[in-house]
C-alpha cells in the first residue's frame, strides 16, 4: 500500500503507470489482417492524410480566382514558400523550375504526416516509422543520381563524387571508397535518421508525459496529484514544441533534397 495524504491510499496496482515504447509505433492490423494489404493503424492514418491533402489541395485548385480569397491565399504562400525560400533560394530559378513540383510534394506531404501526431483522433506521426522517411530519403537520391548522370554522364558524375579536386592522388586510396559509401549509404541514411528519430522521440516524450498526467491525476488519490499540474503543463508545451518540430523537420527535409540534388550539377562559373 502506498499511504496517500488525510489516510487515503492506493494499492501498489492501482499505481501503476502504464509507459509508452516504440511498440506503439507498431500498432495491430486493423484491416486485411494476415494479407499482404493488411493495414494498421498508421498506415491507415497516412492514407487518409493523403486523401484530405489530395481533397483541400484538389478543392481549392478547382475554385481558384483571379483575387485569391484567405483560404486560397494560405495555400498559395505555402507553395510560394516552398518555391521561392528552398528551390530558388539553393538552385535558382533556372535549376530549380524542374524541381518545384517535386520538393512541394515532399514538403507538403511531410508536414501533413508529421502534424498528424498533434490531431486529435490521428495521434501519430505518419512519418513515425522508419519506411516512409527511407522511401523519401531514396526518391531524393534518385533524383540525385539522375541529376548528375544527366548533366556530367556516369563516368563524370562518379569521377567528381569520389575524386574531388584538390586532393593529394595518395589519399584517394582512403577517401574515394568512403566518398562512395556516403554517396549510396550516409547520405540517405542520415536524412532517414534525421527525420525518423525526431518523430518517434517526440511522439514518445509527449506520450509520457500524457501518461504522467493521467497517473497522477486520474489513477492517484494522495498528495501526488499536484505532480500532474506540472506534467500535464509540460505535456502542453510539448504539444506545441512538436508542432514546431514537424514543421522545422518538413522544411529541413525538403531543403536537404534540394542541396543534395544541386550539388550533382556543375558548379556554375
Known amino acids: 500500500m502506498i499511504g496517500g495524504f488525510g489516510g487515503g491510499a492506493v494499492t501498489l496496482a492501482e499505481a501503476t503507470m502504464e509507459m509508452p515504447s516504440v511498440q506503439d509505433f507498431l500498432p495491430p492490423e486493423i484491416l486485411f489482417q494476415g494479407t499482404p494489404f493488411a493495414i494498421n493503424r498508421i498506415i491507415f492514418v497516412r492514407i487518409l492524410a493523403t486523401i484530405i491533402m489530395l481533397l483541400v489541395l484538389g478543392i481549392t485548385a478547382a475554385r481558384a480566382k483571379v483575387v485569391p480569397g484567405r483560404w486560397q491565399g494560405a495555400i498559395e504562400w505555402v507553395v510560394d514558400f516552398v518555391k521561392n525560400s528552398i528551390v530558388y533560394q ?14 512541394t510534394t515532399v514538403f507538403l506531404t511531410l508536414l501533413v504526416f508529421n502534424l498528424c501526431g498533434e490531431i486529435p483522433g490521428f495521434n501519430i506521426a ?14 531524393c ?9 544527366r548533366e556530367k554522364g556516369l563516368g563524370k558524375f562518379l569521377k567528381d563524387e569520389m575524386f574531388p579536386a584538390g586532393v593529394p592522388w595518395p589519399v584517394y586510396i582512403l577517401l574515394a571508397p568512403i566518398q562512395f559509401l556516403e554517396l549510396l549509404v550516409i547520405r540517405p541514411f542520415s536524412l532517414t535518421i534525421r527525420l525518423f528519430a525526431n518523430m518517434v522521440s517526440g511522439h514518445l516524450i509527449l506520450a509520457l508525459c500524457l501518461s504522467a498526467t493521467q497517473y497522477f491525476l486520474i489513477e492517484l488519490h494522495n498528495w501526488m496529484m499536484g505532480f500532474g499540474v506540472i506534467t500535464f503543463a509540460a505535456s502542453m508545451f510539448m504539444y506545441l514544441f512538436e508542432v514546431l518540430v514537424g514543421c522545422l523537420q518538413a522544411y529541413i527535409f525538403a531543403i536537404l533534397t534540394t542541396a543534395y540534388i544541386n550539388m550533382s550539377y556543375p558548379e556554375l562559373d
Open 90 to 103: 539553393v538552385m535558382g530559378e533556372v535549376r530549380g523550375k524542374r524541381y518545384v513540383p517535386m520538393i
Open 126 to 139: 505518419a512519418s513515425a516509422t522508419i519506411t516512409l522517411p527511407l522511401v523519401f530519403a531514396m526518391w
Open 141 to 149: 537520391f534518385c533524383q540525385y543520381w539522375i541529376a548528375g548522370i
